[in-house]
T-cell receptor, first 114, second 118 residues
Framework: AQKVTQAQTEISVVEKEDVTLDCVYE???????LFWYKQPPSGELVFLIR??????QNEISGRYSWNFQKSTSSFNFTITASQVVDSAVYFC???????????FGQGTTLQVKP | EAGVAQSPRYKIIEKRQSVAFWCNPI?????LYWYQQILGQGPKLLIQ????????DSQLPKDRFSAERLKGVDSTLKIQPAKLEDSAVYLC????????????????FGPGTRLTVT
């Protein structure tokens, strides 16, 4: 069965702190894709990153970085020097290489306080 | 480039009534998805279209939900009759994925329709 677990339901930090959002996935597929989406209070899901299972290189984009570890089936997301505008619900998702279907985790609500 | 459009944004109906949601995907996107997002949960796929055809509808409650995608562009999702547990946000997404087996492309989401069933 395919599954995504985001064990952290809610995280609260003070502005400028670093924060890491955990994501653990389960799949029997050898080829798969991993995603992170942001859902701000407005409700629209915003695409952040897509990785395929053959590319374990970490990625950095501005204050955002992603750590993909196939050995532990994890795809964690770190925000450096968090800002109030980072407050949102963040979803990790597992993508099927066959149909493109996404399976989402339960989401982690991040609150960044000024 | 225009994003995914959805209407209406909000809908309140009584149980046993019917309701329909409309989605217009990003121009040129072959694949369209409908998701249901219950409060406090991640989105759950209801149905996936590739052009006009259905790729996956395994989690669509077919006794009350139906969806169509005419001419491979716009799509409509209908619920008839609605139940209290159908209260959720219905999200439409599209991607440029054009053939099965091509992998999993990023999906772009619309603003959603918030449905309240009373």
């Amino acid at each position: 069965a395919q599954k995504v677990t985001q064990a952290q339901t809610e995280i609260s930090v003070v502005e400028k702190e670093d924060v890491t959002l955990d994501c653990v996935y389960e799949t029997r597929d050898t080829t798969y894709y991993l995603f992170w989406y942001k859902q701000p209070p407005s409700g629209e899901l915003v695409f952040l990153i897509r990785r395929n299972s053959f590319d374990e290189q970490n990625e950095i984009s501005g204050r955002y970085s992603w750590n993909f570890q196939k050995s532990t089936s994890s795809f964690n997301f770190t925000i450096t020097a968090s800002q109030v505008v980072d407050s949102a619900v963040y979803f990790c998702a597992l993508g099927s290489s066959n149909t493109g279907k996404l399976i989402f985790g339960q989401g982690t609500t991040l609150q960044v306080k000024p | 480039e225009a994003g995914v459009a959805q209407s209406p944004r909000y809908k309140i109906i009584e149980k046993r009534q019917s309701v329909a949601f409309w989605c217009n995907p990003i121009s040129g996107h072959a694949t369209l998805y409908w998701y249901q997002q219950i409060l406090g949960q991640g989105p759950k796929l209801l149905i996936q279209f590739q052009n006009n055809g259905v790729v996956d509808d395994s989690q669509l409650p077919k006794d009350r939900f139906s969806a169509e995608r005419l001419k491979g562009v716009d799509s409509t999702l209908k619920i008839q009759p609605a139940k209290l547990e159908d209260s959720a946000v219905y999200l439409c997404a599209s991607s440029s994925l054009s053939l099965p087996g091509q992998g999993s492309y990023e999906q772009y989401f619309g603003p959603g329709t918030r449905l309240t069933v009373t």
